[in-house]
């Protein structure tokens, strides 16, 4: 009779699982929008006070200021004490209250916490080859992505990138005119950043400078965004004036509370979304898996190659044992930053344990299995979004740096051809 009761028992709980799971896909955007989106008009929210960028309050990181955060690095890597160019990085969003429409530009507690485990887990990524520039700046808070298209919504991320606009002309205005450009963000971050590149740089001659575009963690659409950019997508691994972008997920995915939004909205180019192919590329070889339907959209500003040939770049680097039976390639993976906790402070690297593959839906596929340390902040429809970064750091810093060799190197092999 207990056997029986406790059976019942078991039963009526995965039941209600179901049940929870079902009410969960139906009215999770619902109550989403409820907590997170700000209750209040974009014209009567809290105003937070603009800054100027010659202030060194005004950054989270840059040379000059004590930035020990960005100079972290897992055992067996250091930052560089020559750095050969200038990164500027814009972060992801870090304020989730529904209190505003965006966040001051200095930050307390939860939210710069926030803003230093993603300055230590994605920024790292590249002081082994430059100068890290990482602004603040007054993002929008996390709800104006639940309300993508709405006028709020709209106005509460061209405020925010009004301050990374600025940030970059006083970045601009400081490293040498001839110094080499990597731009690098997420999420949040990488959205600036297209603007950034369709209002500031495309067609210009500080084009000629970016080196690559890391704009990880947010979708581009091929047709409606990518030809205002003035930069295409990485084709190469030594290839530059291209761009990476790539939005993990583990298997089963379930994209659509992502992608769907998106693709109600207008692309760069005035055309809708709707029915587009989204940018990926695969951090694990620097090139795209699959070659996008339409890869002949042509982009405003002449595309430039790296002279990979004579450059002499960096090998691309291959765990050995990869085999066919290895479907997402992890044997590729050199390095998959393991945080010890939350703060990332004791982070190790383990490489081999995630591989990745762009699907036709656009997105990264990491496979059913993702390391246990990883799982943490998984957010609904198996999005690996905070970890984009994190789950291919030392392929991310290989990268960066075999394309800056190529880039720096790509002159004189210029020159020897002309002579």
């Known amino acids: 009779m207990a056997a029986r009761r406790f059976l019942a028992i078991i039963a009526a709980l995965v039941v209600l699982a179901i049940a929870g799971a079902f009410a969960y896909r139906i009215f999770a955007p619902h109550l989403m929008r409820a ?36 100079r972290w690095t897992p055992e067996g890597y250091s930052p560089a004490p020559k750095p050969a160019v200038a990164v500027f990085y814009v972060h992801p969003t870090t304020y989730l209250k529904g209190d505003r429409w965006n966040a001051p ?29 990482a602004p603040k700046y007054r993002q929008a808070t996390f709800g104006a992505f639940l309300s993508l298209g709405e006028p709020d919504s709209a106005k509460s991320f061209a405020l925010a990138y009004s301050d990374v606009e600025k940030a970059f002309e006083l970045f601009l205005r400081e490293i040498p005119a001839d110094r080499k450009i990597i731009l690098a963000g997420h999420s949040q971050g990488s959205l600036h950043l297209v603007s950034l590149l369709a209002q500031r740089i495309a067609g210009t001659p500080v084009a000629d400078r970016i080196v690559a575009a890391y704009l990880i963690g947010w979708p581009i659409s091929i047709e409606s965004d990518l030809p205002k950019l003035g930069l295409k997508p990485c084709e190469t691994p030594e290839e530059t004036r291209c761009i990476i972008a790539y939005q993990s997920y583990a298997e089963p995915a379930q994209p659509e509370s992502i992608f769907d939004p998106f693709y109600t909205t207008t692309g760069l180019t005035g055309a809708p979304r709707a029915g587009t192919h989204l940018l990926c590329t695969n951090p694990l070889s620097g090139t795209p898996d699959v070659p996008p339907e339409a890869e002949s959209v042509e982009t405003e500003a002449p595309h430039h190659s790296s002279l990979a040939a004579e450059a002499s770049p960096l090998p691309v680097e291959t765990m050995e044992g990869a085999e066919a039976s290895d479907p997402y390639g992890a044997a590729r993976n050199l390095g998959t930053l393991i945080p010890v906790d939350e703060t990332y402070s004791n982070a190790t690297l383990e490489s081999g344990v995630v591989g990745a593959k762009c699907t036709d839906k656009g997105y990264l596929s990491i496979g059913e299995k993702p390391p246990e340390g990883l799982r943490s902040y998984v957010l609904p429809g198996n999005n690996y979004h905070v ?15 075999r394309r800056v060799q190529a880039a720096l190197t790509a002159p004189a092999a210029a020159s020897r051809r002309t002579k």
């Open 35 to 70: 907590a997170f989106v700000p209750d209040v008009s974009f014209a009567d929210s809290p105003k937070p006070e603009a800054t100027f960028y010659d202030r060194a309050d005004a950054w989270l990181a840059r040379p000059g200021i004590p930035a020990d955060v960005v």
């Open 387 to 401: 970890y984009d970064y994190a789950l291919f750091w030392t392929n991310l810093r290989t990268d960066a740096e």
């Open 105 to 133: 530009i200095a930050l307390t507690g939860d939210p710069r916490f926030r803003q230093t485990v993603f300055l230590k887990s994605q920024a790292s990524v590249f002081n082994g080859i430059g100068e890290v520039w």
